[in-house]
């Protein structure tokens, strides 16, 4: 009886864990984003008011707030297209790294895995700063270039979309990797020596049955890496520059330098959605897909 | 019969230290079936891999109807190679993977005609929308033949056609697939360790061991007049003794009997094969034993096969093997456990072992 009671626990504590994490939060952030702002601590009404008889006092002006200025729109779509761009790239890097690492033998194997994994085990912040390091005026980066001729003054490197791309591929880059890897390692190594005995050269058995076979891999780490991108706060932050503002940027400011709350609610929220909604669809669009083709 | 369709010339290849074959050659005629037989670790689907184009030898050539075909790549070479896993791709339904390898060279049209001609070939004209998930290993088997066989290979490389089918599907394949073979005129070659299988499926084969070939000839050549030891041993139930010369003729001490050949022998001791469908077996109440080639013993285990019963035969320090075909439907006729028999053999069916 008391191991029922354990096991039923046991199966439900992720939704626990989803409800008390995840849903709660979201409800509040919602409740404050249609709350009417005002000056003070907190600095928004009450949703409900007593004083004079019950009264809902809610209002949806945060959204028209922010969707119609282009301000908020824009800084959305650059992290969209930001997202977009890191993850094309980890997966143009991560894919023949994964591939490679799945096909090696066990003891490369296992080395290639710990390489991927060892950033892990320093700060995220401190790699960050490391590239800021690199890439400053007078960093190692631009000596070398100086030194070897190839430029006559130091190249401007920091502070802008590049590096922001640059720093979020190479800090997202296992997040590729891994999961493109636990896919890949399943792979039947026959399928690829069958497709070229069958007459298809490299390239041609690379789109005919690699790239197919490993569809859901590719899913898997494009999400795991986009889904973050998009509300990525600290590399733009430090790495990029005024050339273009970020979603994650704007929610920071509207918070805690404007302390507007209900509308950086509405913000938050609204990027929830608009972020959570297609990649809903998508999934079960792909689910769909993947059953139908029985990968 | 051009006996240089294809030929293997000193292959040899290693993996680090590990040395898989050892200076092959082979050659093979043009639409001949041709069996690669050995257990696990003796180099036979390395040799095939090679023939494949999947390993590189370290030294030697192939030459495939007059082409060296040694550095070419697996998809440049005009031949094709079934996996032993199928390797059917997961991913594309039955049609799909059997017009995988010519979907470039044809037309829509062309390909649909060549892939329903395949398809009847092989009985699976009701399959083709099937999904690879969704077929039977009998199935799998008769796809991955006819997606190699749609690109009409000069040569087919089989690595264990059989080897994941049932026990009843694996006869009936077999009969099929050397009906095939006949009907198509296509040389193949096969890897495999089931020596029943290489015997009923070649019409030549090599008898593999650590990365040497030591047999090369007709099922029936090998069976009856194996060279070696090995082979003996490997092929078939072999009884092997031991003889020296004496006087004008032999003596085996484990038997304690004399033994003539139909031959002469360089040495003075060697091992003799005697199969044990060879060896006469008779009541010892209507005979004595002759002064050669026959002993009396006492049956120590009897297995009835139907056919055939099995009798294990103790003389003095040996156990014979003697299969003994069941003419009549009496069973009295059957020798009981226990009982003393007479068994005899002619002086043919000595084989001597050459080593």
Known sequence: ?295 | MDNNFLVIENISKSFGDNKVLENINLNISKSEFFGLLGSSGSGKTTLLRILGGFEKPDTGRVILDGTDITNLEPFDRPLNYMFQSYALFPHLNVFNNLAFGIKENFTQKEIEINVRNIAELLSIEDLLNRRIKQLSGGEQQRVALGRCLIKKPKLLLLDEPLAALDKKLRSKTQLELTTLQKKLKITFVFVTHDQEEAMSLSDRMAIMKNGLILECSSPEEIYENPKSLYTANFIGIANIIEIYKKDENFYSDDLGINLKLNKELKNTKTNILLRPEKIKIQSINNLKTSAFNSFSGEILEKSYLGSFTRYEIKIKNMIISVLDQNFNSNSNYNFPKGEKVICSWESDSIKVLED
């Open chain 1, 1 to 295: 009886m008391k191991n029922k009671l354990f096991e039923k626990y046991f199966v439900f504590s992720p939704y626990f864990w989803l409800v008390l994490f995840f849903f709660i939060p979201l409800a509040i952030i919602f409740k404050i984003s249609i709350s009417v702002s005002e000056w003070g601590m907190p600095p928004y009404q009450d949703i409900f008011l007593f004083d004079n008889g019950f009264k809902i006092n809610t209002t949806f002006e945060n959204y028209v707030y922010i969707f119609s200025d282009y301000y908020y729109i824009g800084s959305f779509v650059n992290s969209l297209i930001l997202a977009l761009i890191s993850t094309f790239f980890c997966l143009l890097i991560g894919f023949p790294l994964a591939f490679y690492i799945a096909t090696s033998n066990i003891r490369l194997r296992n080395i290639l895995l710990v390489l991927v994994v060892i950033p892990f085990w320093s700060s995220f912040l401190l790699r960050v700063y490391a590239w800021k390091i690199i890439l400053q005026n007078n960093g190692i980066l631009n000596v070398i270039l100086l030194n070897l001729g190839i430029t006559s003054e130091p190249l401007q490197l920091l502070y802008n979309q590049y590096a922001v791309i640059m720093g979020i591929v190479y800090t997202y880059l296992p997040l590729m990797i891994l999961p493109l890897y636990g896919y890949l390692n399943k792979f039947d190594l026959n399928l690829i020596e069958a497709s070229k005995d069958l007459g298809l050269n490299r390239i041609k058995t690379f789109f005919k049955v690699i790239l197919p076979l490993s569809v859901p891999g590719i899913v898997a780490g494009s999400l795991l890496v986009f889904i973050p991108v998009v509300g990525e706060f600290i590399i733009p932050e430090m790495l990029g520059g005024s050339d273009r503002l970020y979603y994650g940027k704007i929610l920071w400011e509207e918070f805690f330098v404007n302390r507007n709350w209900p509308g950086a609610s509405a913000l938050a929220f609204s990027g929830i959605i608009i972020l959570v909604l297609p990649i809903v669809i998508f999934q079960i669009l792909y689910s769909r897909w993947s059953q139908k083709n029985e990968i």
